[in-house]
């Protein structure tokens, strides 16, 4: 796919907003529709293929948040536009399925750089062998559905982001990765993510590991980053 195919969704309740995105990114040969609500997104959905859907998180009505939790298992990457700044209600959003946070008010020279960063990713993603499973000391995990089975047979499935970082983890046992390794492993190092933010996913990903013991499976190396505790049983 060239970026001249590609077709972008922009939901946001602002008719300003709207409007100077759809001509801005129209400019450089994308096709762009807009959408006011989730309502009129679905229908949108329903009749044309879409790439990217750029999505606001403050909306009367459904907000964004509930509207990325839907889209998040589609498989369309979705960059989430929001005014609020602290780093933990950016990190709600990439955990529900988001694919980059860009806070507003924002330059529309890098909303068109994580644009295109976000629209390359599926290609070099469609390179990747068939979708990987991982067990883990009882643990099984599918990168494919998402699916954590514990050691129990009861499961979880993870939001994108979530899947996201324990991948990383699980292909990197015992080495030590931080904090600004971790936001480029798993965003591909364009999301304005901070240090907390990162610290607040692993410690959700953690309480889904049931990971509150002495010998904890992600362990904290202090003011460097995390590992995951290296064992045989990782494949």
Same mark, same amino acid.
């Given at each position: 796919?060239?970026?001249?195919?590609?077709?972008?969704?922009?939901?946001?309740?602002?008719?300003?907003?709207?409007?100077?995105?759809?001509?801005?990114?129209? #400019?450089?040969?994308?096709?762009?529709?807009?959408?006011?609500?989730?309502?009129?997104?679905?229908?949108?959905?329903?009749?044309?293929?879409?790439?990217l859907v750029v999505l606001d998180v403050m909306?009367?009505?459904?907000?964004?948040?509930?509207?990325?939790?839907?889209?998040?298992?589609? #498989?369309?990457?979705?960059?989430?536009?929001?005014?609020?700044?602290?780093?933990?209600?950016?990190?709600?959003?990439?955990?529900?399925?988001?694919?980059?946070?860009?806070?507003?008010?924002?330059?529309?020279?890098?909303?068109?750089?994580?644009?295109?960063?976000?629209?390359?990713?599926?290609?070099?993603?469609?390179?990747?062998?068939?979708?990987?499973?991982?067990?883990?000391?009882?643990?099984?995990?599918?990168?494919?559905?998402?699916?954590?089975?514990?050691?129990?047979?009861?499961?979880?499935?993870?939001s994108s982001a979530q899947g996201l970082l324990?991948?990383?983890?699980?292909?990197?046992?015992?080495?030590?990765?931080?904090?600004?390794?971790?936001?480029?492993?798993?965003?591909?190092?364009?999301?304005?993510?901070?240090?907390?933010?990162?610290?607040?996913?692993?410690?959700?990903?953690?309480?889904?590991?049931?990971?509150? #013991?002495?010998?904890?499976?992600?362990?904290?190396?202090?003011?460097?980053?995390?590992?995951?505790?290296?064992?045989?049983?990782?494949?």
């Amino acid at each position: 796919m060239t970026f001249g195919d590609a077709s972008i969704l922009i939901v946001d309740d602002d008719a300003g907003i709207r409007s100077a995105i759809f001509d801005y990114l129209s #400019g450089f040969g994308f096709r762009v529709f807009v959408a006011a609500d989730g309502a009129q997104m679905d229908r949108r959905l329903a009749s044309e293929r879409v790439d990217l859907v750029v999505l606001d998180v403050m909306m009367p009505g459904e907000d964004g948040l509930s509207i990325c939790r839907r889209l998040s298992d589609a #498989g369309t990457p979705i960059l989430m536009l929001s005014a609020l700044a602290e780093s933990a209600d950016r990190v709600v959003g990439l955990e529900l399925g988001a694919s980059d946070y860009l806070p507003k008010p924002f330059e529309p020279r890098e909303l068109l750089a994580r644009v295109r960063a976000l629209l390359r990713r599926p290609s070099s993603e469609a390179a990747l062998s068939a979708p990987r499973t991982w067990t883990y000391l009882g643990w099984r995990y599918s990168g494919e559905s998402r699916r954590l089975v514990r050691p129990d047979d009861s499961w979880v499935v993870l939001s994108s982001a979530q899947g996201l970082l324990l991948e990383v983890f699980l292909d990197r046992p015992g080495r030590l990765l931080t904090r600004d390794q971790l936001i480029t492993l798993t965003r591909g190092g364009g999301a304005d993510i901070f240090d907390r933010a990162v610290d607040l996913a692993v410690s959700r990903l953690r309480r889904l590991l049931g990971d509150q #013991g002495a010998t904890p499976l992600i362990e904290t190396v202090r003011g460097e980053g995390y590992r995951l505790r290296p064992e045989r049983e990782v494949a």
